[in-house]
């Protein structure tokens, strides 16, 4: 009688490789794995993780490039809406879990497989955004998370996997990373507490630049096209070339504090040195180059976008409907934005745009304007506060 299949989620860190053992010697499955590169990922580290799935005895692997994909359905409408998780954030691990658990679920369907498995804890967001997309994608489909589960501390997967013969780097467990093109999340004991930073052995790009470079940024109608001289097919290309030039100053780097979805708060460490300097020289350029009712609207619908994301409801059809508003207001945002960067810090120096609406044709800010007089300014100011007049007066006459 043949075995029942399984795909699982990989990415090759601690929890997912227990996920191979124990579902394979457990609980009697045929494992099929699966790795989402969404950018995080180089030709080498893509190989050192096929080769951990293969040592681990699983039945098949596959290695599915999303990375484009990624940025064309997900990160270019991050961009477009300027969006950062409470102020701070980038959703580098949030947004990508869309793109994983999609590829994941077509996966499941090709192979016909009985089960899907991902290696999410019972403490955070991954195991709904998995879940949900799952069960909206292959409805019916039996969904097993044995860390979930069986409710298994690092310390207990690391004493199972050893006495199963398992030779893996125990030590990069203490932490738990996940990098993508938009960021790489970093959790350990440091943010397990609401005080504390992550040391600097932790973090995955380690400062090694001194001194200041300036970056010059040119966007076409939104999208990042050219870094400095060089230009790019693809978006994507342009920021994973930028994270180069900026990772090693050490920029981007934070701690998130946010309200997971099921009801508790959590602290990640992250670095996205990239995603924060696109974003803040993409916002920069909106400034000069949108109406202050175009950026006012943007501002709340791409809130309410990146919290829905940020909860796996993707699929929300609403989502398609604010995606086609955001794309609308990018017909003119396109010039070069310029970014001195330092060690630990960054400094966006300003634009150029042939669609800026700072022009001295219609006046020049706290010295003269050419579009109307002051006889002008008079009037409109007369009617502009015209109903709080008559409020403050009717109050007046009122409270007498």
Same mark, same amino acid.
């Given at each position: 009688?043949?075995?029942?299949?399984?795909?699982?989620?990989?990415?090759?860190?601690?929890?997912?490789?227990?996920?191979?053992?124990?579902?394979?010697?457990?609980?009697?499955?045929?494992?099929?794995?699966?790795?989402?590169?969404?950018?995080?990922?180089?030709?080498? %580290?893509?190989?050192?993780?096929?080769?951990?799935?293969?040592?681990?005895?699983?039945?098949?692997?596959?290695?599915?490039?999303?990375?484009?994909?990624?940025?064309?359905?997900?990160?270019?409408?991050?961009?477009?809406?300027?969006? *950062?998780?409470?102020?701070?954030?980038?959703?580098?691990?949030?947004?990508?879990?869309?793109?994983?658990?999609?590829?994941?679920?077509?996966?499941?369907?090709?192979?016909?497989?009985?089960?899907?498995?991902?290696?999410?804890?019972?403490?955070?967001?991954?195991?709904?955004?998995?879940?949900?997309?799952?069960?909206?994608?292959?409805?019916?489909?039996?969904?097993?998370?044995?860390?979930? $589960?069986?409710?298994?501390?690092?310390?207990? %997967?690391?004493?199972? *996997?050893?006495?199963?013969?398992?030779?893996?780097?125990?030590?990069?467990?203490?932490?738990?990373?996940?990098?993508?093109?938009?960021?790489?999340?970093?959790?350990?004991?440091?943010?397990?507490?609401? *005080?504390?930073?992550?040391?600097?052995?932790?973090?995955?790009?380690?400062?090694?630049?001194?001194?200041?470079?300036?970056?010059? #940024?040119?966007?076409?109608?939104?999208?990042?096209?050219?870094?400095?001289?060089?230009?790019?097919?693809?978006?994507? $290309?342009?920021?994973?070339?930028?994270?180069?030039?900026?990772?090693?100053?050490?920029?981007?780097?934070?701690?998130?504090?946010?309200?997971?979805?099921?009801?508790?708060?959590?602290?990640?460490?992250?670095?996205?040195?990239?995603?924060?300097?696109? *974003?803040?020289?993409?916002?920069?350029?909106?400034?000069?180059? #949108?109406?202050?009712?175009?950026?006012?609207?943007?501002?709340? #619908?791409?809130?309410?976008?990146?919290?829905?994301?940020?909860?796996?409801?993707? #699929?929300?059809?609403?989502?398609?409907?604010?995606?086609?508003?955001?794309?609308?207001?990018?017909?003119?945002?396109?010039?070069?934005?310029?970014?001195?960067?330092?060690?630990?810090?960054?400094?966006?120096?300003?634009?150029?745009?042939?669609?800026?609406?700072?022009?001295?044709?219609? +006046?020049?800010?706290?010295?003269?304007?050419?579009?109307?007089?002051?006889?002008?300014?008079?009037?409109?100011?007369?009617?502009? +506060?015209?109903?709080?007049?008559?409020?403050?007066?009717?109050? $007046?006459?009122?409270?007498?």
């Amino acid at each position: 009688m043949s075995k029942k299949k399984v795909v699982l989620a990989f990415s090759g860190g601690l929890d997912t490789s227990y996920c191979v053992k124990y579902l394979g010697e457990e609980k009697g499955f045929e494992v099929h794995t699966i790795t989402v590169n969404t950018g995080g990922f180089d030709d080498k %580290e893509i190989k050192e993780i096929e080769t951990r799935a293969k040592n681990l005895g699983v039945a098949s692997h596959k290695t599915v490039d999303e990375t484009k994909n990624y940025y064309d359905k997900v990160i270019r409408y991050l961009i477009y809406g300027n969006i *950062l998780k409470n102020n701070t954030y980038p959703l580098s691990v949030s947004a990508e879990r869309m793109s994983q658990a999609l590829a994941v679920a077509i996966y499941a369907k090709e192979i016909k497989a009985d089960a899907v498995a991902h290696g999410s804890t019972g403490a955070g967001n991954d195991q709904v955004r998995f879940d949900m997309i799952l069960n909206i994608l292959v409805p019916g489909i039996e969904i097993i998370t044995p860390i979930r $589960e069986l409710k298994l501390s690092r310390e207990e %997967e690391i004493a199972y *996997l050893k006495s199963k013969g398992v030779q893996m780097n125990f030590d990069k467990a203490m932490y738990s990373i996940n990098k993508g093109i938009w960021g790489t999340s970093v959790g350990g004991k440091e943010t397990l507490k609401s *005080l504390g930073m992550l040391p600097e052995e932790a973090w995955p790009t380690q400062v090694t630049k001194t001194g200041n470079e300036t970056v010059k #940024l040119t966007f076409e109608k939104g999208e990042l096209r050219k870094v400095n001289d060089k230009a790019f097919a693809h978006p994507a $290309e342009a920021i994973q070339h930028l994270q180069a030039i900026a990772g090693p100053y050490g920029i981007g780097r934070d701690i998130h504090v946010g309200d997971t979805i099921i009801g508790i708060k959590g602290r990640v460490g992250f670095e996205a040195a990239a995603p924060i300097l696109v *974003l803040k020289a993409h916002h920069a350029l909106e400034k000069h180059v #949108l109406t202050k009712w175009q950026l006012s609207w943007k501002d709340q #619908l791409a809130q309410f976008y990146g919290n829905w994301l940020h909860e796996g409801q993707y #699929l929300d059809p609403v989502m398609r409907d604010i995606e086609a508003f955001l794309t609308n207001t990018q017909q003119h945002v396109t010039g070069e934005v310029s970014i001195e960067l330092h060690p630990y810090r960054y400094q966006v120096l300003g634009i150029e745009s042939s669609y800026d609406l700072m022009s001295s044709k219609f +006046g020049k800010y706290g010295e003269m304007n050419l579009g109307w007089t002051g006889d002008d300014v008079k009037g409109f100011t007369k009617i502009f +506060g015209n109903q709080t007049a008559i409020y403050q007066q009717v109050k $007046e006459e009122n409270e007498k």
